[in-house]
T-cell receptor, first 113, second 112 residues
Framework: DGGITQSPKYLFRKEGQNVTLSCEQN?????MYWYRQDPGQGLRLIYY???????QKGDIAEGYSVSREKKESFPLTVTSAQKNPTAFYLC????????????FGPGTRLTVT | GQQVMQIPQYQHVQEGEDFTTYCNSS?????IQWYKQRPGGHPVFLIQ?????EVKKQKRLTFQFGEAKKNSSLHITATQTTDVGTYFC????????????FGTGTQLKVEL
């Protein structure tokens, strides 16, 4: 059963703690992406990776970090430096560069209090 | 700031009425994609448009890409309750690399 998995679905943390969101894909896609979605808003790009061991900042990278050590995995760490971390986080993947559709995971809803 | 805007932000229609959402970019797009996100779900790819003036249809959905490749529209004929959700356009900005810039989305509600 191919697709993208994100875990957990809901995550609760105290302010000041770092938290890592998981994203795994078995689609053999080269590119992976992390987006943040706030209520009633569109998707904003946090980080993306087009190949293993390489990634680029998106539009709102401050307070976040990523790694891409394996093709299948692209974890996102929300650090304590992120001022407003409560949001819905979506991971996506695509075949690669240039004009490919993106496949999204089910998302992780993070609440920081 | 946001470079891809969508209007309207919300739309309530009666079942059977038509619906249109418009997507406008401040810069030329190399291509544009449309996604649908059901309430509580994740975005799902609908279609991609590449050529200037391109029109594509999927059953009751008609997608257009403007001649200047700066705007696009999605039109749904005779809406059904299954059309409920938020529709996003997403464009690759010319000179913007390989990332997609998502529009602000239009939330569609369909009432019986």
């Amino acid at each position: 059963d191919g697709g993208i998995t994100q875990s957990p679905k809901y995550l609760f943390r105290k302010e000041g703690q770092n938290v890592t969101l998981s994203c795994e894909q078995n689609l053999n896609h080269d590119a992976m992406y992390w987006y943040r979605q706030d209520p009633g808003q569109g998707l904003r790009l946090i980080y993306y990776s087009q190949i293993v061991n390489d990634f680029q900042k998106g539009d709102i990278a401050e307070g976040y970090s990523v790694s891409r050590e394996k093709k299948e995995s692209f974890p996102l760490t929300v650090t304590s430096a992120q001022k407003n971390p409560t949001a819905f986080y979506l991971c996506a993947s695509s075949k690669g560069r240039d004009s490919y559709e993106q496949y999204f995971g089910p998302g992780t809803r993070l609440t920081v209090t | 700031g946001q470079q891809v805007m969508q209007i309207p932000q919300y739309q309530h229609v009666q079942e059977g009425e038509d619906f249109t959402t418009y997507c406008n970019s401040s810069t030329t797009l190399s291509n544009i994609q449309w996604y649908k996100q059901r309430p509580g779900g994740h975005p799902v790819f609908l279609i991609q448009l590449v050529k200037s003036g391109e029109v594509k249809k999927q059953k009751r959905l008609t997608f257009q890409f403007g001649e200047a490749k700066k705007n696009s529209s999605l039109h749904i004929t005779a809406t059904q309750t299954t059309d409920v959700g938020t529709y996003f356009c997403a464009g690759r900005l010319t000179g913007g690399g390989n990332k997609l810039t998502f529009g602000t989305g239009t939330q569609l509600k369909v009432e019986l």
